[in-house]
């Protein structure tokens, strides 16, 4: 079963946008409607460009649309995300327009049970941000709408199908050891379809038989890694020695087709 919403995550500098891209083009190419987002930042140039399809929102947008569903007003909803108290609340709690921005996007798949959506996370620590504000307010708020929607999205991010994480690393110690507390994480929030894959690998690259000394010394710690982190077999997606961004999607496309059809 393809999920219906796909995390995508790591530390900075891992190509998590890359990944996120990628997976986006191959459902697309399967013919799923999938839809890339960017999550709270701004849309990358290179996806800007080449026609992927795009769920566009902000935390204040999505607020608005929520406050006038439950209000059943759109107008009304607008005069108060203008008033200074929405505004300095957002500011001082970045976490709840996260939430119900993530609220938004289950919203949409629940609407449209022929849409998929890819988030581009942009780093380790918001997407915890993003899935702990779940509980933290529904434990500040109690009872309410609020927690009745969160009960919602809860359930639906655990539900078995629905959701999946893709943890994006390379094959550096720091970079792996936070993508193994990352994919923790995860699990213990009840999303236990989550992936750690090893991006940028040389060991699945087209230079992986070089005898050049520098690729040699970058094979041979990345083959140290490998073994030191994990017992089982981890997924690689290849270094790509290209600045074409059609290039390098064609060249891990093989890999990104294996994540859906295994997750």
């Known amino acids: ?74 107008l009304l909803a607008k005069w108060v995300m203008k008033a200074p108290f929405f505004k300095a609340l957002f500011q001082v709690l970045p976490p709840l327009g996260h939430m119900i921005l993530l609220g938004h996007y289950i919203k949409e798949l629940e609407d449209n049970p022929d849409h998929y959506i890819v988030i581009d996370s942009p780093a380790s620590g918001h997407a915890m941000s993003m899935i702990s504000s779940l509980n933290n307010f529904k434990e500040i708020f109690k009872l309410g709408v609020l927690v009745d929607d969160i009960n919602r999205m809860n359930s639906f991010l655990k539900k078995e199908g629905n959701t999946r994480v893709i943890i994006s690393s390379i094959p550096t110690e720091m970079s792996v050891e936070e993508g193994l507390d990352l994919k923790k994480f995860f699990i213990k929030k009840g999303i236990e379809n989550t992936e750690l894959i090893i991006n940028n690998s040389l060991n699945n690259s087209e230079v992986k038989d070089s005898k050049a000394p520098l690729a040699m010394k970058k094979l041979e710690i990345e083959k140290e890694i490998l073994e030191r982190y994990f017992e089982k077999e981890v997924r690689l997606i290849p270094q790509v020695f290209s600045h074409d961004t059609k290039e390098i999607l064609k060249k891990i496309s093989p890999s990104i087709k294996g994540i859906l059809s295994e997750g």
């Open 1 to 74: 079963m393809t999920p219906r919403l796909i995390i995508v995550s790591g530390k900075g500098g891992v190509g998590k946008t890359t990944i996120a891209h990628a997976l986006t083009k191959s459902l697309r190419a399967e013919g799923y409607k999938a839809f890339y987002t960017s999550f709270d930042q701004s849309c990358p140039p290179e996806i800007l460009t080449d026609g992927t399809p795009r769920f566009i929102t902000s935390p204040e947008e999505s607020s608005e649309i929520y406050i006038g569903l439950k209000l059943n007003s759109p």
